[in-house]
């Protein structure tokens, strides 16, 4: 998890790097948010870095240690029932005519 903390104000910036503030969840200085550690956010932060204070948390080297899940069962092709395709009422009338 990324603790992120607005340390300056938006207000002068471009309308996209205050956009990308309010995407984060950030609306008031000192206000801390936290958010998952992947691309899209690392990728937002990086665009204004210069106004945020960034911090890993403890809570990300928790969420490393997942365990996978047991594979589902898959079903035959052959044992799965098929639909049946119906005509509309377009091709219905093509046909009786």
């Given at each position: ?26 609306r008031k200085i000192n206000q ?9 956010i690392r990728g937002m932060i ?52």
């Amino acid at each position: 998890m990324l603790q992120v903390k607005l340390v300056k104000s938006p207000i002068g910036n471009i309308p996209k790097t205050r956009a990308t503030v309010k995407a984060l969840g950030l609306r008031k200085i000192n206000q801390v948010v936290q958010h998952e550690d992947n691309s899209t956010i690392r990728g937002m932060i990086f665009k204004v870095k210069h106004l945020l204070d960034v911090q890993v948390s403890e809570d990300s080297k928790k969420t490393e240690t997942k365990t996978k899940a047991a594979p589902k069962a898959s079903q035959d092709k052959s044992e799965a029932p098929k639909a049946k395709k119906t005509a509309s009422k377009k091709t219905e009338a093509k046909e009786s005519n």
